[in-house]
């Protein structure tokens, strides 16, 4: 119980929520579109922004929740962001996996391409988070 009590969350937890709720609102955005309006281009389109808004709330908010632990604990921060990522990876696959139902034909390639945009990406975001958690406890030595 000692460990919640030393969760603090800073500047980069703040922006990264912001980040965070700034995809919801695209991700609701593109929910409430009426896509049997739209041309096929727009509709493709529309999946795949709405993939990568999904994988990239879920990697934001692990890395950030990953990012809050290590500071907290002060241990092997790579293990813990790890950790971290390895269970926003298991909730992308049900995002990409979510289309093999018999309603969505053309969905699935598209949240493939969601979900190797996000690798690249998210990869991007856990490297700078690590690299910041690690000059913080390195300041704390």
Do not use: Q
Request: hydrophobic fraction near 55%; glycine fraction near 6%.
């Amino acid at each position: 119980m000692d460990i919640i009590k030393n969760i603090n969350f800073d500047g980069f937890c703040k922006r990264t929520a912001a980040l965070i709720f700034a995809f919801s609102a695209a991700l609701i955005a593109i929910s409430f579109a009426d896509g049997s309006a739209m041309p096929f281009a727009a509709r493709c389109f529309g999946i795949f922004v709405w993939g990568v808004c999904a994988c990239a709330m879920l990697s934001l908010y692990f890395d950030m929740a990953g990012y809050a632990l290590s500071a907290a604990v002060g241990g092997n921060a790579r293990r813990i962001l790890c950790a971290a990522d390895s269970a926003a990876l298991a909730l992308k696959l049900l995002f990409v996996l979510e289309p093999f139902s018999p309603f969505d034909g053309d969905a699935l390639f598209m949240r493939f391409a969601a979900l190797t945009v996000d690798a690249f990406l998210s990869r991007a975001h856990l490297t700078y988070t690590e690299r910041r958690l690690n000059g913080i406890l390195s300041d704390l030595c």
